[in-house]
């Protein structure tokens, strides 16, 4: 019974998906949409993103395992900061595999590989980026990840071009947001931090990607899961 609520579920929140999809196709097709990227949150705050309640808030783990990593993937942690996912996503692809820690600012990259050398963790490549450009192999990587992020991306479209340039073929995309519907909501987060379905399907969906799943186990945030549009294979 278990097992048939949980399709029940995830079909139930693939069809929601599906017509905000329709829906944000629609309106783009009349006009263009416009947000404001959220200012980039400062190295100086690298400390948040360590913080011990993020277990709780956050169930990080519980994210990596609906991702099923495997032994010797290439992934990557864009925007990864301090390294909070990349550090523990190197755990899971093990020696033969490579976590791209992506960051624009130097001295989070300083930090995660401060991090990485004081846990003993050896196959984390530190990636300083640019604002358009994650700087990633081409056609490469299996798995990334995006943790309340993109949201900050000051030029998304040519981000998600580069990002859609480096999956690898049947790579896939897992993508955090706060949620910023009024049901379930994330009232705790600035309103420039926060996403609606309908806000990413709007600029993800025109950039190649598609909607492979959508996840609300977690308490505060969307689970998107995306993968390359057949069409831009």
């Known amino acids: 019974m278990k097992a048939r609520a949980r399709r029940f579920i995830r079909l139930f929140a693939l069809s929601l998906a599906a017509a905000w ?8 097709q009349k006009e263009k949409r416009t947000r404001t990227p959220a200012p980039i949150m400062s190295y100086h705050g690298a400390q948040w993103l360590e913080r011990p309640s993020r277990l709780e ?3 990080p783990y519980e ?4 991702m099923d990593l495997k032994p010797g993937m290439k992934v990557a942690d864009i925007g990864c900061g ?3 996912y990349a550090r523990k996503m190197a755990k899971q692809v093990g020696p033969g595999g490579v976590v791209y820690g992506v960051d624009i600012q130097r001295e989070m990259i300083d930090l995660l590989v401060q991090l990485c050398e004081s846990e003993g963790i050896t196959n ?27 949201h900050e991306f000051q030029y998304p479209e040519e981000m998600l071009a580069k990002m859609l340039e480096a999956l690898a073929p049947g790579g896939k995309v897992a993508l955090l947001e706060y949620r910023a ?6 009232s705790h987060i600035k309103p420039e931090h926060r996403m609606t379905v309908l806000d990413v399907l709007s600029e993800w969906h025109p950039a190649g990607f598609e909607l492979y799943d959508l996840q609300e186990f977690l308490p505060h945030q969307h689970l998107f899961i995306f993968h390359k549009r057949p069409d831009r294979d």
């Open 21 to 28: 999809l329709l829906h944000a196709t629609a309106t783009a």
């Open 57 to 59: 808030e956050e169930q």
């Open 63 to 66: 994210v990596l395992k609906y």
């Open 82 to 84: 301090s390294g909070y």
């Open 124 to 150: 984390v490549r530190p990636v300083l980026s640019e604002e358009k450009d994650p700087k990633l192999p081409r056609g490469e990587i299996d798995w990334m990840i995006l943790a309340d992020v993109y």
């Open 181 to 186: 519907e009024a049901f379930r909501t994330a």
